[in-house]
């Protein structure tokens, strides 16, 4: 069953582990030298930033929906009824 499902661009488990640890020690990067510079501990708010804009450039969620089912005179079927 899972035979269907066509994987996704960046399948490998530690590539996208590797991607994640790399996101958010980037925003706490930023985190603890925006808040040394500037007292601010607001500047901690850089790590889901940074997590959220690297979403964006490394995850495709379309990748995992499946192919949408064949009518029978082969045009896409809607999943749908109205």
Do not use: Q
């Not at 930023?30 to 501990?41: E, K, M, R, T």
């Amino acid at each position: 069953m899972s035979d269907n499902l066509p994987r996704a661009p960046s399948a490998n488990p530690l590539k996208r582990l590797a991607w994640l640890l790399a996101c958010v020690f980037a925003g706490l990067i930023i985190g603890v030298i925006g808040s040394a510079l500037s007292g601010s501990s607001a500047w901690y708010v850089a790590i889901p930033a940074v997590i959220a804009i690297g979403w964006f450039f490394h995850a495709d969620p379309t990748a995992c929906e499946p192919s949408s089912p064949k009518r029978a005179n082969g045009a896409p079927g809607n999943k749908t009824k109205p």
